[in-house]
């Protein structure tokens, strides 16, 4: 059995490995540079994780697990605003190529409204919501 400890100052990780052929190169220091390499490449990750985790924001609780094609939504319960910068980046994305774009669920129109001003050739979106067409309807005037 190999095991490995690594500690800071916020946390301790101890990897146990129980298959002594599990990361076996020919030689012992290579398999403890790749062992070594992969906690601190761990650590890394569990500290960026921390840093990304303090920009969170902690929304509305979503409970109802029931069929919401047909519910009357609100603006929270179709999208929430820490969502806006990843809409933003997938409609710079998809409309780079001013070529057709397939858009699944219109929402609150805003990736809608992004993908327009990208100036793509063509632009259709599939809605199943009826409140969500109306939203639609009431966008494209």
């Known amino acids: 059995m190999t095991r490995r400890i690594k500690r800071t100052d916020q946390l301790e990780i101890t990897l146990v490995l129980h298959d002594e052929n599990f990361i ?3 030689r012992d220091a290579q398999r403890n540079a790749l062992l070594n390499r992969a906690l ?5 990750d569990l500290q960026a ?3 990304l985790s303090a920009r969170f924001v902690p929304g509305l609780p979503y409970q109802d697990l029931s069929d919401r094609r047909q519910k009357e939504l609100r603006d929270e319960e179709i999208m929430e605003d820490w ?3 990843l809409m933003e980046a997938m409609a710079r994305i998809v ?7 397939l858009e699944i669920g219109f929402g609150r129109g805003v990736a809608s ?7 793509v050739r063509s632009h259709t979106i ?3 919501n009826d409140s969500v067409v109306q939203r639609f ?3 494209r005037r």
């Open 126 to 128: 599939i809605e199943c």
């Open 40 to 44: 601190h490449e761990f650590v890394l």
């Open 137 to 139: 309807h009431e966008w």
């Open 49 to 51: 994780l921390d840093r």
């Open 24 to 26: 076996r190169p020919p």
């Open 113 to 119: 409204e992004l993908i327009q001003q990208g100036g």
């Open 83 to 85: 969502q806006l910068p």
């Open 95 to 101: 409309s780079a190529a001013h070529g057709d774009v």
